[in-house]
């Protein structure tokens, strides 16, 4: 198994950034790319707010600080790519923009780099085909958790023609970062989006029922169920235009168990996102 050096992050929003700041926690150099320099800083320097955080609980010193994010290397070019061991992709949920990512990607990296997509939901064999064939051997599913830098769980996904050196690679680089990769099959929305998804529609009806407020259901799941934030505080967390969107894919894929409740598109509709725009089912401060 070959050794990880240097990583690729692409897509230096919420999720990206903080799956750059993994690898660079771990001592590992990354280059963070997003479609503009000013974009794939600005997602760099939303990681110092993250670290600020973990200076405040003691964990690290701000020498550790300075250290982890020299290695983050922001770009908006491709073509420093092409020393890269692993490149994890982390764009918007969209197969159009995916495959051209990975496209563009095909034409750059080295032909043993591995390739990895943090979707949610879509299939990791269809988007292989967006590489060369030579290339797809080394094209693996890796879902990370937001916020990644404290949620443990990766689910390490094969396409239909993955190599199980890959997989291997992939759950290795996950341990490597402290994470705790699970092997999953390639279905729609894999294991936990299932699980989770089903859980938030049940609390969206719930609410739409009048039975108890969002505050209330996000207390019952918390001291009741032992979850470290309740449905409606992680739907905030996640945004719910990408939680409309993914239970659209999941409703397209199984049916009527998944359909969207009706008060999310209502939320979506009026711009109540959650916390990047200061106000989903709570509100928050800019």
């Avoid at 080295?110 to 990895?116: S, W």
């Avoid at 064939?133 to 443990?152: L, Q």
């Avoid at 609410?207 to 969002?214: F, H, I, K, N, T």
Wanted: hydrophobic share 40%; aromatic share 6%; net charge negative.
């Amino acid at each position: 198994m070959k050794d990880l050096n240097k990583v690729g992050v692409v897509g230096a929003g919420m999720m990206g950034a903080e799956i750059a700041l993994c690898f660079a926690r771990s001592g590992y150099a990354v280059v963070l790319k997003d479609a503009t320099l000013d974009l794939a800083q600005s997602g760099k320097n939303r990681l110092g707010s993250v670290l600020d955080r973990q200076i405040k609980k003691g964990s690290i010193t701000a020498e550790d600080k300075d250290s982890i994010l020299s290695r983050i290397e922001p770009t908006d070019q491709y073509s420093v790519f092409s020393d890269i061991d692993l490149v994890v992709e982390a764009v918007f949920e969209s197969l159009e923009v995916k495959k051209e990512v990975f496209a563009q990607l095909d034409k750059i990296c080295a032909p043993g780099c591995i390739f990895a997509t943090n979707t949610s939901s879509m299939s990791i064999t269809l988007l292989a085909t967006s590489v060369t064939p030579a290339r797809i051997g080394n094209f693996v599913g890796t879902h990370f958790f937001s916020p990644a830098s404290v949620m443990k769980l990766v689910e390490v996904i094969p396409g239909l023609e993955t190599k199980e050196e890959t997989v291997d690679y992939a759950m290795e680089c996950c341990r490597k970062i402290e994470k705790v990769p699970i092997r999953v099959k390639d279905v729609t929305g894999f294991v936990l989006n299932r699980i989770l998804h089903i859980m938030w529609i049940e609390a969206m009806r719930l609410l739409e029922e009048g039975v108890a407020s969002p505050e209330d259901i996000d207390l019952a799941c918390k001291f009741g169920l032992g979850h470290p934030v309740g449905p409606f505080a992680l739907m905030d967390l996640t945004s719910n235009n990408l939680n409309l969107q993914v239970q659209d894919i999941l409703f397209e894929a199984y049916g009527e168990r998944f359909k969207p409740r009706p008060i999310l598109k209502q939320k979506v509709d009026a711009g109540h996102l959650g916390r990047k725009t200061g106000r989903g089912w709570h509100t928050y401060e800019k």
